[in-house]
């Protein structure tokens, strides 16, 4: 195929024979580029916000809450059962919503109580991904912190969750563990095998347990109640469960074998034991009925992703919360998890809810999240409009860049476009090397500015580090340490998101758009020369 | 259209044209009749400013005429319209044209400049580039045909030029000036290739020129004095 001539001048005047690129050229495809990186960038990260963020409400409130208007539900067992046999529900957990007063060596607080059912509530609320590690701040020499992470099945009547901000306030922690080596005790001054807790009991007492080996396969252990030494175990051997308030230690051994007279020292820092106060206390104080405080184990201290969600919060169970409320029996909703292919689809989502709320009669109401979360998510999406309005001009300063520059080329080149008519060059055709010109570097810009894009997006972990280390510091200032959260944020590149792809591809042509459309005015000049006059310029 | 006008590679009859001079118009050309016969040359000598240009123009159809008529290889155009596309299409293959000033363009080298006519004229390929290099080594440019028109001399580029014009085998070349830029001794050789590259090609030439010898070298001496045209 034959390039026309107007497509072939245009692409030389970009690109010189000998020069290869001309700083024009140079200039304007990076002007463009940039304005088209920073778009796609700021929208993609905004999307990448969004995305989290609508993560994390989910996580934290499932897909949708399903409440009685009126009131708490008494019949909830039955409610359950017509919400589990709605065919698009996949898991439903019961709530129990409240607040109680906590003392804890004269710290308090009143956080926000959540009474869930540990099986039924992961399925819905992933409690057990929220758990994080809670050890006291113990200043210990050659001793390491060997405290295992605590699981929802430790949630008990009589054990709850803390959220970090609750136990710093109330000083409180869970159980804790420190192990410490002794390398005077053997000959081979103790194998290098590891030694790790797999479960700290909430129920475990303050103590010192010891584990001295016997030879390089077997060890006994002591606890802290008495002096004797336990029966002999088995490095190879598999111990599941020795009782309640037991450590479950496993060992494995290392290029150096243990010998005997190893000894680890391991040293158990009991559950934080605090008050429980609630508002049905106080209504039986009332009536001269004092209650003594209910008294619980902190097992374990959680971190919730959702910064809109309770800083001072609580997580026991059903019955602990019907207890404390006094309201046996009863629940004040259900978190409700939808299949797949309807929690992706937020019409989909809707119209499950509206189906799932006639199911369960006019006193219920099933909100999804989006609707419950529907300011902050409007608040985001007015955000990302503002962004792009602020920074399309960036695009268009390119484009008046492409533009004064093409203008200046044609006052330059006046006589030889004069030279072009006179060779047989048309109007459009002239017009058409300069409006050709705006569109390969608009073309070109936004192929850099995809690249570029994808570089910011691929580093986007190093940058925000690098941004939030210089803006806040190693630690983390005042308000920028949760940007940290940002790191693993999610932004999705263009062949793995239809989003993605759609936002690449509408800066691009933005971008083509008005470069092209910067070319016009010049093209429009250069067509409307008059040839014996520009023959003649001077 | 008349057998006369099929002899003529380029014929005018009757162009007048006035500009625009405070209320009044002044009379640039008035009944300029010229005919243009394949491989034969007119030279046209006149004052700065007496319209020698302007006919050159009205000639290239690059600018319109208040009256008169013109043919192109016997193909009647009206001078008094502007030109349309099927001019600029027309003119690409029919007329070749050199300027004082050379116009490569800077961005090509000499071999893309000359090619750049075949473009215009839609005729790219092959052929146009052995052509192309036939005549660079027919205007003695041989082996600069990479090199960027700033390299070259004065005398090289209107070489350069001149090949260009030809490229598309045109019945008329209108040259304006092509040694004006030039010393003596380029000019008489660069005056020289035109008139006998023409006679060649069998083109047609108008030459406009100062220069009395090489209006003299032409088949036909032409001067234009207060906007007619007379035989010198």
Redesign the interface.
Known sequence: M?LP?AF??SW??LF????GV?FFSILSVFGVALGVNVMIVVVAFMNGFQDKFRTDIIDSQGHARAEMAYGSSGDWKDDMKKLESQPKVQAVAPYLNGHLLLEHFGNRSIPFAMGVDPVRGDTVIPVSEFLAEGSPKILAVEASRITPLPVVDDLQDDVVFLSRQAADKLGAHPAAALLTTDHNSSSNRVGNGIMVLRKLDPFVESGTWKVRFEDDGSYRVTDPYDEEWEDLFFVSEKIENLGEGIPLFEITPGSTPFAKGDLFTIEIFGASVIDVYSPSMLEKAKDDELLPPRQVRVGGIFEVPWQGFHLDALFGTLRFMQEMNGQSGVVHGFNLKFVPEVASDTQALADACMNTRSSLGENWSVVPWFVENAWFFDLLKFEEYLMVLIMVPIGLVAAFAIAIALMTSVLRKT??I???????????SIGTVFTMQGFVIGLLGAVLGWGMALLFICYRDSLMSFIVRNIAGEEGGAGVAQFYDFYSLRVPYPWDSADSLQNFLTFGAFAVGVSTLAGFLPAWKAARL???EA??SE | MSDDNKRFALEAKGLAKTFPYGEERLKVLVDADMRVVAGRSISIRGESGCGK??LL?LL?R??FADTGELYWNGESYDPKLPPG?RD??????L?G?V?Q?Y?L?????VL?NVL??A????S??KDAKQRARELLNRVGVTNRERQ?PQKLSGGERQRVAIA?ALLNRPKVILADEPTGNLDERSAGDVMELLLEACREEDAGLVLVTHNPSFAKATDEALNLVKGELSPA
């Open positions: 034959k001539w072939y001048l030389k005047q010189p024979t000998g020069r001309s006589r030889e004069g030279l072009l008519v006179a060779m047989g060059g048309s109007r459009l008059n040839p014996s023959l003649r | 240009t302007t123009n290239a690059l600018d596309p600029a299409a027309r003119r690409a293959c007329i044209v300027y000033a116009y363009i800077p961005e090509m080298n893309e750049l006519a473009r215009l004229a839609g790219m390929g960027l260009r």
